[in-house]
Nanobody, 124 residues
């Protein structure tokens, strides 16, 4: 499956952005989806995940309550709605697809397919 992330940009602290990740190549509904991010000079970390059924979501503590992950199977797209953004949210955001069914995974090694990343910059 191929993943194409978009929607990044420059936003002021307190603002919002919505990232999109369009999937192609195989049946989208069979994949759990996740978002990860890599801040400048840091390792990639988990942000949010949604199970293949959409019935389960999981968030990193740092974004819980501010971010929402969702999917649109008809469009084969996963979204990440980001509200109340902070400068520390600045990072390249990556979407990923997992073949593990029924669970929203926060483990990067569960994800076999990765998008190219989209840059989010939050100014103070």
């Amino acid at each position: 499956v191929q993943l194409q992330a978009s929607g990044g940009g420059l936003v002021q602290a307190g603002g919002s952005l919505r990232l999109s990740c369009a999937a192609s190549g195989r049946t989208f509904s069979g994949y759990g989806m996740g978002w990860f991010r890599r801040a400048p000079g840091k390792e990639r970390v988990f942000v949010a995940a949604i199970s293949s059924t959409g019935g389960s979501t999981y968030y990193a503590d740092s974004v819980n309550g501010r971010y929402t992950i969702s999917t649109d199977n008809a469009k084969s797209t996963v979204y990440l709605q980001m509200n109340s953004l902070k400068p520390e949210d600045t990072a390249v955001y990556y979407c990923a697809a997992s073949t593990i069914r029924g669970r929203a995974s926060g483990r990067s090694w569960d994800y076999a397919y990765w998008g190219q990343g989209t840059l989010v910059t939050v100014s103070s």
